[in-house]
C-alpha cells in the first residue's frame, strides 16, 4: 500500500519537474547571448514567471529525488 502511495507521488513530481521546465524561457545561446545574460544578472533583471518558475523546479527536483530514493529503498 505504502508502496503504491510513493509511486504515485513519483509519478505526480516527475510531471510536475517535466512540466516547470517546459514552461521556462530559454536562454540565449552564442556570444552575444553570453554576454545579455551576464548583464542581465550582473544588474538583477528578473522578466515574468522564471524566478517562481525556478523555484518550482528545485522542489520538483527534490521531491523526485526523495520519492524514487524512497522506492528504491522500499522496493
Known amino acids: ?7 504515485a507521488l513519483l509519478l505526480v513530481a516527475s510531471v ?12 540565449s545561446a552564442g556570444l552575444s547571448g553570453a554576454i ?3 548583464a542581465e544578472t550582473l544588474f ?3 522578466k515574468g ?3 517562481l518558475l525556478a523555484k518550482l523546479t528545485t522542489g520538483f527536483a527534490i521531491a523526485f529525488m526523495i520519492f524514487a530514493l524512497l522506492v528504491s529503498v522500499l522496493a
Do not use: C, E, H, Y
Open 44 to 46: 538583477g533583471k528578473k
Open 49 to 51: 514567471l522564471d524566478p
Open 1 to 7: 500500500m505504502l508502496g503504491n502511495v510513493l509511486i
Open 36 to 38: 545579455a545574460g551576464g
Open 16 to 27: 510536475g519537474l517535466i512540466s516547470v521546465v517546459l514552461l521556462q524561457s530559454g536562454r
